[in-house]
T-cell receptor, first 118, second 110 residues
Framework: KAGVTQTPRYLIKTRGQQVTLSCSPISGHRSVSWYQQTPGQGLQFLFEYFSETQRNKGNFPGRFSGRQFSNSRSEMNVSTLELGDSALYLC?????????????????FGPGTRLTVL | KNEVEQSPQNLTAQEGEFITINCSYSVGISALHWLQQHPGGGIVSLFMLSSGKKKHGRLIATINIQEKHSSLHITASHPRDSAVYICAAPRRGSNYKLTFGKGTLLTVNP
């Protein structure tokens, strides 16, 4: 099976712009979670989607949003970029039974998208 | 104070040494993940455990839920084990969102 893929791998934007990142999960996985990793804060949970529904959200401002499509592919969007949004954005997919949290299941991570905001 | 604390932050070992990385947490949890991140960013899930011990090759993970402590052991360490090791726990009271430790940077010298 193909692993989790993320596009693009690298992105450079300027302050005030918006960005959309894409994640394709492992075939058959309906749960997709997004994480932000920075040198200062480490890994932080952004949100989780399951069957096109957001079922968990981290403590990030409303500029961070996401969605999931019927084929389980997911996108996250960051609007009005700030310098502090520079980070590695990781998505992970999980084979989770309906009603169960992906936090209690093995997660398969993509390679990440490295976003630089200038 | 971080809810999930790892120690040590940095660890340098010689090839062949036995390595222990510790993870302690201040919030109620019922399971814990160990992750490995190599330079370049890719993260691999090593273990998810809720009690006792799990073993995979030279890696062993243990957890004591009551004492709020988990350890990751690497036997016969090898330079290819050099990576950042991160523990993460689903946090009760926050809809079980994963909360991460800051990571332990392990360098194994030949």
């Amino acid at each position: 099976k193909a692993g989790v893929t993320q596009t693009p791998r690298y992105l450079i934007k300027t302050r005030g712009q918006q960005v959309t990142l894409s994640c394709s999960p492992i075939s058959g996985h309906r749960s997709v979670s997004w994480y932000q990793q920075t040198p200062g804060q480490g890994l932080q949970f952004l949100f989780e989607y399951f069957s096109e529904t957001q079922r968990n959200k981290g403590n990030f401002p409303g500029r961070f949003s996401g969605r999931q499509f019927s084929n389980s592919r997911s996108e996250m969007n960051v609007s009005t970029l700030e310098l502090g949004d520079s980070a590695l954005y990781l998505c992970a997919s999980s084979l989770v039974p309906s009603g169960h949290s992906s936090s209690y299941n093995e997660q398969f991570f993509g390679p990440g998208t490295r976003l630089t905001v200038l | 104070k971080n809810e999930v604390e790892q120690s040590p932050q940095n660890l340098t070992a010689q090839e062949g040494e036995f390595i222990t990385i510790n993870c302690s947490y201040s919030v109620g949890i019922s399971a814990l993940h160990w992750l490995q991140q190599h330079p370049g960013g890719g993260i691999v899930s090593l273990f998810m455990l809720s009690s006792g011990k799990k073993k995979h090759g030279r890696l062993i993970a243990t957890i004591n839920i009551q004492e709020k402590h988990s350890s990751l052991h690497i036997t016969a360490s090898h330079p290819r084990d050099s990576a950042v090791y991160i523990c993460a726990a689903p946090r009760r009271g926050s809809n079980y969102k994963l909360t991460f430790g800051k990571g332990t940077l392990l360098t194994v010298n030949p």
